[in-house]
């Protein structure tokens, strides 16, 4: 510490030089996160959604065969395979930031919730 409980220069250099170096990573991960594909499937596998590592949807598949059904197990099979992909999603998307952060505890909303 400098006089008056103040760090040393060298010590607030060192501190903008790491935030700065974050920002970087942070902006090179949206860009990965932007260019992933993540997949959902429904339970028999006839509906898959993709959403990118930021949870924006990419596309979706749905098989001939589910269109038979009634539109209640339709709009199920939907909804879960939507579901999925934005929970495989938003778990890579936490886990990566938590990488990116290395510890830092910064108890980002939504990133450091265990909800």
């Known amino acids: 510490m400098a006089g008056f409980g103040l760090p040393n220069f060298g010590q607030i250099t060192e501190a903008f030089k790491k935030a700065q170096q974050i920002q970087q990573d942070a902006q090179k991960l949206q860009e990965e996160l932007d260019d992933m594909e993540l997949e959902g499937t429904n339970e028999d596998g006839r509906v898959t959604v993709w959403l990118s590592g930021n949870q924006q949807p990419i596309r979706v598949k749905v098989e001939n065969s ?3 059904e009634e539109e209640e197990i339709v709009e199920a099979a939907i909804l879960e395979a939507m579901q999925k992909a934005h929970e495989i999603s938003t778990s890579n998307m936490k886990s990566r930031m938590q990488e990116l ?5 910064l108890n980002l909303p939504g990133i450091n919730d265990d909800n």
Do not use: A, E, P, V
């Open 66 to 68: 589910i269109l038979k």
């Open 101 to 105: 952060t290395g510890g830092l505890n």
